[in-house]
């Protein structure tokens, strides 16, 4: 992506120190960003929203009146700002602080300090998820394409589902946990099951290995998104026979690209 395609972005920083105010906008102004609002609060930047909608919202994980956490799931649960782009900068390295973010649906999360590399890649992201481009399948149509999504979190399918909307899938059937979805695959026709891994009932694991043996469409694609990182788990699932795995928080090319492999 060229710095003038940057330079149409909207963001609004959401940070409590002056200094890092001021470290974060001169890496956006050198990516050719100037329509940079700072702010310092959580809840400064839910009134502002009700006002004007940004294309970026970047903020830092500790805000003086609440989490990143919060905030992002403030915005997701809000029907008007629901669908807007979140970026996280923070050196939290806690999993169970960064793991409600990564659900969420965050473009990314930066570390503090990150490069210019990190802050392009992840700009680069927000413009393709404002400008989403249709998956290209060679032998099937994108409408006609059933996909069962599984998670736990009512947010994280908000977004997975808003994802896949924006790249041409419109028949989606829902699942909040693997037992549920187990049952909707002897109901139902899928061309493709995209799972979280950590659920209640049954698992992303339990429900791969449910459907390669048990199930009436044992070779169905599974894609699963996960924030899970203990490499034994993610040894055990790709043991099981899923199609593919994508960390969270996950770029839309990359789920785009995946599909299409997967698909293809």
Same mark, same amino acid.
């Given at each position: 992506?060229?710095? *003038?395609?940057?330079?149409d ?11 890092? @105010?001021?470290?974060?906008?001169? !890496?956006?102004f050198?990516?050719?960003i ?13 009134s502002?929203?009700? @006002?004007?909608?940004?294309? #970026? ?8 009146d ?7 799931h ?13 970026? #996280? ?11 409600? +973010?990564? @659900? ?7 570390? *503090?300090?990150?490069t210019?590399?990190? /802050?392009? +890649?992840?700009?680069?992201?927000? /413009?393709?998820?404002l ?14 394409i059933?996909?069962l ?6 947010t994280? /399918?908000?977004?997975?589902t ?6 041409? &899938?419109d @028949? ?9 979805a !187990?049952? /909707? ?8 099951i ?22 009436s469409? *044992?070779? &169905?694609? &599974?894609l ?15 043991k ?7 960390d *969270?928080? !996950? ?5 785009r690209k995946?599909?299409?492999? #997967?698909?293809?």
């Amino acid at each position: 992506m060229n710095e *003038k395609e940057f330079t149409d972005l909207q963001v609004f920083l959401v940070e409590p120190s002056h200094t890092q @105010q001021h470290i974060i906008k001169q !890496f956006l102004f050198d990516l050719g960003i100037s329509n940079i609002t700072l702010i310092d609060s959580g809840k400064d930047l839910l009134s502002l929203l009700k @006002q004007s909608s940004p294309d #970026l919202i970047m903020s830092s994980m500790y805000l003086p009146d609440m989490t990143g956490a919060d905030l992002v799931h403030e915005i997701r649960n809000d029907s008007d700002s629901y669908d807007m782009a979140f970026l #996280l900068i923070s050196s939290e390295t806690n999993l169970n602080y960064l793991d409600p +973010i990564r @659900q969420a649906g965050a473009i990314a999360i930066l570390p *503090k300090p990150f490069t210019s590399k990190d /802050l392009d +890649i992840a700009l680069t992201a927000t /413009l393709d998820y404002l400008n989403p481009q249709q998956v290209e399948l060679e032998h099937l149509d994108i409408e006609d394409i059933n996909v069962l999504v599984v998670d736990d979190s009512t947010t994280s /399918l908000k977004y997975i589902t808003k994802i896949l909307n924006d790249i041409g &899938i419109d @028949q989606i059937i829902q699942a909040t946990n693997g037992q549920e979805a !187990f049952e /909707l695959t002897n109901e139902h026709l899928f061309d493709l099951i995209i799972t979280d891994f950590n659920m209640p009932e049954m698992d992303g694991l339990q429900l791969t290995n449910s459907i390669r043996a048990e199930s009436s469409q *044992k070779s &169905i694609p &599974i894609l699963m998104l996960t924030s899970e990182q203990n490499e034994n788990r993610l040894a055990a699932v790709k043991k099981a026979g899923v199609s593919a795995i994508l960390d *969270k928080p !996950f770029k839309p090319a990359s789920i785009r690209k995946l599909i299409a492999q #997967l698909l293809n």
